[in-house]
């Protein structure tokens, strides 16, 4: 499918996976003419991917883990159809690959070098892109807070543990929505803007997120005081009450949020009282597996 040439941006901390090493090895003996470059502190994936773009590669791949993912993906963003994207899932959560299907085995992923791209959507809240998930209420509050040593040591388990051992510090907070045809206020315990369909380790807050059709689904779940009193078992079960949600699905939401209510982007803390969040369409072209979850040909 063209020129086989494509550029690995890879985490720093994955300088010495062998796995990772070897996948590239093995590329490399299928006729890929694959480099590498290593990010070290924050900037170097949007100067990387600036740098590859410029050097002429159609091609690029995201080593690394959610953060890695949404920072290559919005530096793209701002140069597009110049380049397609494969993912190379190497974090503690890997909540997007893992909803859309990518496998989570190097050798495996770059197969994805050899599938034809999908344009994707993208979600943007304040100039910011996400390509995963905004997520609000308790559950932010716990990915945001689960230190990286309990993620080396727990792996995914570790954002569930983090949960548990705060639940004392459980609140509901006010939110208000409003996009078109809709409109919902209230006391909430979580809230998710999909472009994808779970967070924070696996967490599926937006179960039939699309990637690829132009909008963002909107998952709230309300705070009613028998909600509040069962959370332990809801984060024990991975928030498996599907019909207690509140949902929608939206090109844009306008959110009005209370002090209490803790946001975040792709994992990342996000700050504001009032943010409008709206689909980019197609923003983004990324190679994923034919009958992937997250595109609608594969329905």
Not at 92 to 107: E, I, K, M, R, Y
Request: glycine share 12%; hydrophobic share 45%; aromatic share 6%.
């Amino acid at each position: 499918m063209g020129e086989r040439k494509a550029l690995l941006i890879l985490h720093g901390k994955q300088a010495l996976n062998e796995a990772v090493r070897a996948a590239v090895e093995g590329k490399r003996e299928q006729g890929w003419d694959l480099a590498v470059r290593l990010t070290w502190e924050a900037g170097d994936a949007q100067r990387m991917v600036e740098e590859a773009l410029s050097a002429g590669y159609k091609q690029l791949i995201a080593g690394g883990g959610d953060g890695t993912l949404r920072d290559i993906a919005e530096a793209m963003s701002m140069h597009p159809n110049q380049a397609s994207l494969v993912l190379m899932p190497l974090g503690t959560a890997n909540d997007f690959a893992c909803a859309a299907g990518v496998p989570l085995v190097p050798v495996l992923a770059l197969e994805l070098l050899d599938v034809a791209p999908h344009a994707i959507d993208l979600g943007e809240v304040g100039g910011q892109i996400f390509l995963n998930m905004a997520t609000g209420g308790f559950g932010s509050q716990v990915t945001a807070n689960t230190s990286e040593e309990l993620k080396k040591v727990l792996g995914g388990a570790a954002y569930l543990f983090t949960g548990l051992s705060r639940f004392s510090e459980l609140h509901a907070a006010y939110g208000d929505l409003q996009g078109p045809g809709f409109h919902w206020s209230g006391e909430l315990l979580a809230l998710g803007i999909g472009n994808g369909r779970q967070a924070g380790g696996g967490h599926v807050l937006c179960p039939e997120a699309l990637a690829d059709d132009g909008l963002l689904d909107i998952s709230i779940l309300p705070a009613p005081q028998e909600v509040i009193g069962t959370l332990k078992n809801l984060l024990a079960d991975g928030f498996g009450i599907d019909n207690m949600f509140v949902r929608a699905r939206l090109p844009w939401v306008e959110i009005k949020v209370s002090e209490g209510l803790h946001i975040n982007l792709d994992g990342e803390p996000l700050e504001g009282d009032s943010l409008r969040f709206s689909a980019r369409p197609a923003a983004l072209r990324v190679h994923l597996p034919e009958n992937s979850p997250l595109l609608r040909a594969s329905r």
